[in-house]
């Protein structure tokens, strides 16, 4: 027989029963987060009110909403796996662990604000377009066309999925922080 055969190797495998509900929560909100990127997170439709016309011209994920959408996205998703990897592999206790995980999640909660405010906004990037739009007949004025843009929801269920985040690596950073002698 071989002489690498007989042995058997002892490795101790992931300790599911270590990972408590707040990290559960953690990486339920990574995961609702990574499903909220292929929701649509930002929209903007034309409409020419005078003739019922109201048309899409954009719905765009998160992969495609720019750099703060999807790199929020992608926060989330590491915050989750940091969170199950230290817990399972039993470090997930110690402050300096939880705080990376409060710092993962804070900081994709910070640039999912910034990219709903820097969203491209229709009134101020094709206001010329809209005015344009107007027949004016003397008196007459005859509607024209108008251009709405928007976040959407994709963007509310990342939100919420940065708020949860971060609230439970918040709580676990503190219970951490408590049991650190």
Known sequence: MPAGLGRQINMAGPDVARVTALDWVVVGA???AY???W????TSTASVPILGITRLLRHDDA???GFGAWFSVLLLLACAGW???STM???GRTTVMSLIALSLSAL???TIVLRWATFPDASGGLGRVGQLGEINLGDINLGGFSVTSSADYGLGVALVAAIVATAASLLRFRAASRNTP
């Open 63 to 65: 992969w495609h909403a």
């Open 39 to 42: 929701l649509p997170w930002y």
């Open 83 to 85: 969170v199950l990897a």
């Open 30 to 32: 990574g995961l609702l």
């Open 108 to 110: 994709a909660f910070i």
């Open 35 to 37: 499903i909220s990127a």
């Open 89 to 91: 592999g039993g470090r």
